[in-house]
T-cell receptor, first 116, second 115 residues
Framework: AQTVTQSQPEMSVQEAETVTLSCTYDTSESDYYLFWYKQPPSRQMILVIRQEAYKQQNATENRFSVNFQKAAKSFSLKISDSQLGDAAMYFCAYRSARAGSYQLTFGKGTKLSVIP | DAGVIQSPRHEVTEMGQEVTLRCKPISGHNSLFWYRQTMMRGLELLIYFNNNVPIDDSGMPEDRFSAKMPNASFSTLKIQPSEPRDSAVYFC?????????????FGPGTRLLVL
């Protein structure tokens, strides 16, 4: 079974600075997808960014980018120019690319605080 | 476009009562997922449906939990009888079965409190 580990229960960053959230995963599969979701205090789960394992290029969405290291099974999220609205729980998630396997496996989350 | 819709947003009930949570997936999505979130256990998948058919219900904690998807635009998660340990936030998510990441889009959740 796949597992996802987020080793940082809490992180803080100064407004306008850059922060990196860590995620590692364990799988024997070669094809899969990885996601970062944001959960603000409203509890809504919002997709931040996704990465296909077969793509070597790291995904980027505006201020959010990932560092995907397939051999190391690492998938970190970098937030640049942090804003107060970035304060939230961040969850890393894994999904197999096997046909019929659609469920997500989530990490425990990292709580990010943004200091004005 | 409307996202995933869940109702009610909040539910407070007494132990032993029946609770029904409702979900309307995004139109055109053919996979639907029910998750439960607690402080102790994080986000857990309870059950998911493909084309209205339950595929994996191994995450359903016990027989008190049941889920149905009578059509492509509606699903329910029922707890009968409810217990205090069922208190959690319950999320519904939907995605497409088409090739690719199959990104799941989540509803706002139902916060359930069982007294």
């Amino acid at each position: 079974a796949q597992t996802v580990t987020q080793s940082q229960p809490e992180m803080s960053v100064q407004e306008a600075e850059t922060v990196t959230l860590s995620c590692t995963y364990d799988t024997s599969e070669s094809d899969y997808y990885l996601f970062w979701y944001k959960q603000p205090p409203s509890r809504q789960m919002i997709l931040v960014i996704r990465q296909e394992a077969y793509k070597q290029q790291n995904a980027t969405e505006n201020r959010f980018s990932v560092n995907f290291q397939k051999a190391a099974k690492s998938f970190s999220l970098k937030i640049s120019d942090s804003q107060l609205g970035d304060a939230a729980m961040y969850f890393c998630a894994y999904r197999s690319a096997r046909a019929g396997s659609y469920q997500l496996t989530f990490g425990k989350g990292t709580k990010l605080s943004v200091i004005p | 476009d409307a996202g995933v819709i869940q109702s009610p947003r909040h539910e407070v009930t007494e132990m032993g009562q029946e609770v029904t949570l409702r979900c309307k997936p995004i139109s055109g999505h053919n996979s639907l997922f029910w998750y439960r979130q607690t402080m102790m256990r994080g986000l857990e998948l309870l059950i998911y449906f493909n084309n209205n058919v339950p595929i994996d219900d191994s995450g359903m904690p016990e027989d008190r939990f049941s889920a149905k998807m009578p059509n492509a635009s509606f699903s329910t998660l029922k707890i009968q009888p409810s217990e205090p340990r069922d208190s959690a936030v319950y999320f519904c998510a939907s995605s497409t079965l088409a090739g690719g990441p199959g990104t799941q889009y989540f509803g706002p959740g139902t916060r359930l409190l069982v007294l």
